[in-house]
């Protein structure tokens, strides 16, 4: 198994479709990514890149990557978080 989960923002500046969601977010705002494993994932805590970003554990097979306030959601921003 891998042990770190890495991620950049690959959408342009220029981009029609993603021009409306670049930006710092704000209070209340947030962007979750659901990871689901066959198998126990055996993650038993981690750290960020980025003090916006965490990994929350909901079972032996799900993970969830939640990116909260202050997050900047620009082009090319990128964040990596080591698992344990």
């Known amino acids: 198994m ?3 989960i890495s991620y950049t923002m690959l959408p342009s500046a220029g981009n029609p479709f993603w021009s409306n969601f670049f930006g ?3 209070a209340g705002k947030f962007d ?6 066959s198998e126990p ?3 038993t805590g981690s750290t960020s890149s980025n003090s916006a970003v965490s990994i929350r554990i909901d079972s032996e097979t799900v993970v969830v990557v939640e990116i909260t ?3 900047e959601m620009n082009p090319q921003m990128s964040f990596r978080i080591s698992l344990q």
């Open 69 to 71: 306030e202050g997050y």
């Open 32 to 37: 979750r990514y659901y990871l689901t494993f």
């Open 24 to 26: 710092v977010l704000l």
């Open 2 to 4: 891998a042990n770190s």
């Open 41 to 43: 994932h055996g993650i």
